[in-house]
């Protein structure tokens, strides 16, 4: 009988690995839906996957994590957090293999759900940012020993330093506005910003962190700077590009060039947003805003020569985008009464020069005419 002992264990071994590699193939599934936008079905692999694995089991970590970026997509915060917890519990540091549920991601995720902000998001911050610089300077230590690899090494790092700059800018946004107050502030700004455009001075987001600095500090024209380094990264790309800004970043962006007296840096960012996705109220409002402030500045004589109406054509344009701005406003009952309010008042001012709006004036083919037109976008361009 002795001989067919090592037979049956291979055999549970054999079973093993099996059951570890379908797991593997789940939460593979599991990540490749939820990249797909089909969250549900995410849900019930991850859920399944799980149940395989166990609250302690060798890819618990990875499936505890994906169950937590599951939940930020399903708008349930407060799950989300708990998993996202929970994955830390068991990889404290960050050091399993990435794909065992190790590395940065869950402390980042916990950084921006944080309930407390302030000081909680810094440290969830840091404890992702140490993870970041330790897996680089691994990275760094295998160039040598694996010559044959060196460019994938060299991307890897790429990527680990781009991920690590984000990380730092938005330590700085935290500094900014949840922990202004601090002494330190303005010194941890630009201590983050500094290390981050050291990292990866060719990533758009970097320079935007910068520039948001330097508005804080009244710098305005380094700011400016700033502005037209982080722009020119990107502006010449097709949206598919990954160095491209996210959405969301670029609706951003063309506030602060608002702030800072760029209107037709902004227009050019606005018009490529809603080509983008025209459903956006924000944008619509700062496409209107934008076009204000330029009319304004031609109308009090800058840049204009003497009897120049073309102030009125920049008014008549805002006051379509801004029109669009408070119909879509409504249908998607938008919560930002602020916003509201100030195109509103935008719009009385345009009325009290301009007169009364024509009927149709918030017509879609009318304001895409409009933005297209020599009258008043046609010198626009993103430098």
Not at 165 to 170: G, R
Not at 273 to 282: A, G, H, N, P, Y
Request: proline share 3%; aromatic share 6%; net charge negative.
């Amino acid at each position: 009988m002795a001989p067919t002992r090592p037979k049956q264990k291979k055999s549970k071994n054999r079973d093993r690995a099996t059951k570890t590699i379908n797991v593997r193939k789940i939460i593979d599934s599991a990540t490749e839906s939820l990249a797909q936008g089909a969250v549900q079905d995410a849900l019930t692999l991850a859920k399944d996957a799980y149940k395989h694995v166990g609250e302690e089991g060798r890819q618990a970590s990875a499936v505890l994590s994906l169950l937590g970026q599951i939940y930020v997509e399903l708008g349930e915060v407060e799950k989300a957090r708990n998993y996202f917890l929970k994955a830390v519990s068991l990889d404290e540091d960050g050091t399993l293999p990435e794909d065992l549920g190790g590395g940065p991601e869950k402390f980042l995720w916990l950084a921006q759900l944080s309930e407390e902000g302030g000081q909680d998001s810094i440290s969830w911050f840091e404890r992702g940012a140490s993870v970041l610089r330790s897996q680089i300077q691994s990275l760094k230590e295998t160039i040598d020993s694996r010559p044959q690899s060196r460019g994938e090494v060299e991307a890897a790092i790429f990527e680990k330093n781009k991920k690590l700059a984000e990380t730092l800018c938005a330590e700085a946004e935290v500094y900014m506005t949840d922990l202004s107050w601090e002494e330190d502030a303005e010194q941890q700004c630009e201590r983050l910003t500094a290390e981050a455009v050291m990292l990866a001075d060719d990533v758009a987001e970097t320079w935007q962190t910068l520039a948001n600095v330097r508005i804080s500090q009244t710098r305005t024209e380094e700011a400016k700077e700033a502005l037209k380094r982080s722009i020119g990264i990107w502006s010449d790309l097709p949206p598919e590009d990954p160095r491209v800004p996210p959405y969301p970043t670029r609706v951003s962006l063309a506030r602060l060039l608002i702030e800072v007296g760029m209107e037709e840096e902004a227009i050019a960012v606005n018009e490529r947003l809603i080509s983008e996705d025209d459903t956006s109220v924000e944008v619509w409002y700062l496409g209107g805003y934008g076009r204000y402030t330029m009319g304004e500045k031609l109308k009090q004589g800058e840049g204009a020569t003497k009897d120049d109406d073309s102030w009125q054509a920049f008014w008549r344009s805002s006051r379509k985008w801004l029109t669009r701005c408070l119909k879509i406003f409504d249908a998607e009952e938008y919560e930002d009464e602020k916003l509201r309010e100030h195109a509103q008042e935008l719009l009385e001012s345009i009325k009290a020069e301009l007169g009364e709006a024509p009927d149709d004036d918030d017509d879609e083919d009318e304001v895409w005419e409009d933005t297209d037109g020599e009258d008043v976008d046609s010198d626009v361009e993103m430098d």
